[in-house]
């Protein structure tokens, strides 16, 4: 059974401060991770995707992949208050017909 | 536009009816997937279309629901016989083709929100 685990929260951080998203998944033949951010009664929209270990930058976004452990996380810099939503956390691997795995989702609330 | 879409955007009926959901992927989209959320609940998947290979249908929960994909293109869920476990809204997502790089994420419709009575 492939699975994404993640930690439902919510998380609460101060406006400002960094808000870490971790996730942790079973199948070693996923190559490709998405991060989506889902605000409440919209769908989700994607924020990053990351393929390779290391750190991958985009604005206030940073992910992070760890292929030997198994873990992806998302740090948000500068938090807002506007960020508040659910953030879900998808693998997938390479091969033809492979489906996305997704979390069940991590709910950050951040704080004004 | 050039997104994913959904019709109907809100669908209620009575326990025992049949329902259609219809999909739109974006054009040139070969993989499109059904998604299923309850309130405050994470994604739940249904079925998987990639291009003309076998549908993956692992996530149907029961017999009631079947998918088809006609040309490659529009996709129509259908629920026969509604329970009112199956109020949820009903998600569809379209990528390219799997390939290296990760440049296949999924793009979601807005979602059909189905209620049953």
């Known amino acids: 059974q492939k699975e994404v685990e993640q930690n439902s929260g919510p998380l609460s951080v101060p406006e400002g401060a960094i808000a870490s998203l971790n996730c942790t998944y079973s199948?070693?033949?996923?190559?490709?991770f998405f991060w989506y951010r889902q605000y409440s009664g919209k769908s989700p929209e994607l924020i990053m995707f990351i393929y390779s270990n290391g750190d991958k930058e985009d604005g206030r976004f940073t992910a992070q992949l760890n292929k030997a452990s198994q873990y992806v996380s998302l740090l948000i810099r500068d938090s807002q208050p506007s960020d508040s939503a659910t953030y879900l956390c998808a693998g997938r691997g390479d091969n033809y017909g492979q489906n996305f795995v997704f979390g069940p989702g991590t709910r950050l609330s951040v704080l004004p | 536009g050039a997104g994913v879409s959904q019709s109907p955007s809100n669908k209620v009926t009575e326990k025992g009816k049949d329902v259609e959901l219809r999909c739109d992927p974006i054009s040139g989209h070969t993989a499109l997937y059904w998604y299923r959320q309850s309130l405050g609940q994470g994604l739940e998947f249904l079925i998987y279309?990639?291009?003309?290979?076998?549908?993956?249908k692992s996530g149907l929960p029961s017999d009631r629901f079947s998918a088809e994909r006609t040309g490659g293109s529009v996709s129509t869920l259908t629920i026969q016989r509604t329970q009112q476990e199956d109020s949820a809204v009903y998600l569809c997502a379209s990528s390219l083709g799997p390939g290296r790089g990760g440049v296949n994420e999924q793009f979601f419709g807005p979602g059909t929100r189905l209620t049953v009575l």
């Open positions: 199948d070693r033949g996923s190559q490709s």
């Open positions: 279309f990639q291009g003309n290979s076998a549908p993956d």
